[in-house]
């Protein structure tokens, strides 16, 4: 085992674990359940060969729990409250079976339509699942990230949230899948049973490696804008609080006094001035000023 591939699974595993205990613990506000399901497909289907195949104790301890967190974190966000109760549905929208699932398995299938060898049972319904967790793998985060992208855009009240329960896992995922990378086109230079198996998924690798970097990319941005450009994110920021205030009634020239209260006000300058002036005429006793 290399250094990026021990580093890379530390990542993975440490950020799987903090998506656990936030699903453990209930704070699942910013949780998309349906990345933590396509995280564990990819488990899934990627560790076939644990199996029938023993590499190592640390490879088989590894997967197993790879599967057992991912699985747990998805009963937690199903089954336990108070998770299942503040998990937010409407923030998590993707139609995943549809619009990512049913693509990456076209993908992997047609990819693999095109393999020269033949078809061997056991070896290519491993290698073709393989080849569709690597397709999953690339857009598997992508519901967890349009949310980050949603939570941001809809007020300064999520900010917190996001950044301190979402971010860190999902940064963390990110220097995994980098990492991993480096691990594969290390062991390619090093490992030749493993650099022929990648000279058949080289281009699956490629374009998959493609469309994360681009996934990622936009999540690091959104994160890090704050830090890059303080100055539009203070005027975004009073933007914001702005158009709060008014949604909430306040007048911001006012100073905080609201919008209802300034019209009360002016409805009673308005009944004062159509009102007779009545003490101000002469009376009977009184002489008539010249």
């Given at each position: 085992m290399n250094v990026y591939r021990g580093l890379g699974d530390l990542s993975r595993m440490v950020g799987t674990i903090i998506f656990f205990l936030m699903a453990w613990k209930g704070n699942t506000s910013a949780i998309s359940r349906k990345s933590q399901e396509l995280y564990l497909m990819v488990s899934i289907t990627r560790y076939l060969d644990l199996f029938y195949t023993f590499y190592s104790m640390y490879n088989a301890l590894m997967k197993i729990l790879y599967i057992s967190l991912g699985a747990a974190t998805v009963a937690c966000l199903y089954f336990k409250e108070p998770g299942c109760s503040t998990y937010n549905a409407a923030q998590d929208s993707v139609q995943h079976w549809l619009h990512i699932v049913v693509p990456c398995i076209f993908i992997a299938v047609a990819y693999k339509s095109q393999d020269p060898r033949g078809f061997y049972p056991l070896e290519d319904t491993t290698e073709l699942m393989w080849t569709f967790s690597v397709v999953l793998e690339s857009v598997a985060m992508l519901p967890q990230l349009l949310m980050v992208r949603r939570s941001f855009q809809n007020g300064r009240k999520y900010h917190c949230v996001v950044r301190d329960a979402i971010c860190v896992p999902l940064f963390l995922f990110g220097i995994y899948r980098f990492l991993y990378l480096l691990n594969w086109g290390y062991r390619a230079m090093t490992e030749p049973s493993f650099a022929f198996m990648l000279s058949h998924t080289r281009l699956v690798l490629t374009v998959s490696a493609f469309v994360q970097v681009l996934i990622y990319s936009?999540?690091?941005?959104?994160?890090?804008?704050?830090?890059?450009?303080?100055?539009?994110?203070?005027?975004?920021?009073?933007?914001?609080?702005?158009?709060?205030?008014?949604?909430?009634?306040?007048?911001?020239?006012?100073?905080?006094?609201?919008?209802?209260?300034?019209?009360?006000?002016?409805?009673?300058?308005?009944?004062?001035?159509?009102?007779?002036?009545?003490?101000?005429?002469?009376?009977?006793?009184?002489?008539p000023r010249l």
């Open positions: 936009e999540f690091f941005y959104i994160v890090l804008r704050p830090y890059l450009c303080p100055a539009r994110a203070e005027l975004a920021k009073a933007d914001q609080t702005g158009a709060e205030e008014i949604g909430a009634g306040v007048d911001p020239e006012v100073g905080g006094a609201t919008v209802n209260g300034t019209q009360d006000v002016v409805k009673t300058i308005a009944q004062q001035q159509q009102q007779p002036a009545t003490s101000m005429e002469p009376t009977g006793n009184e002489a």
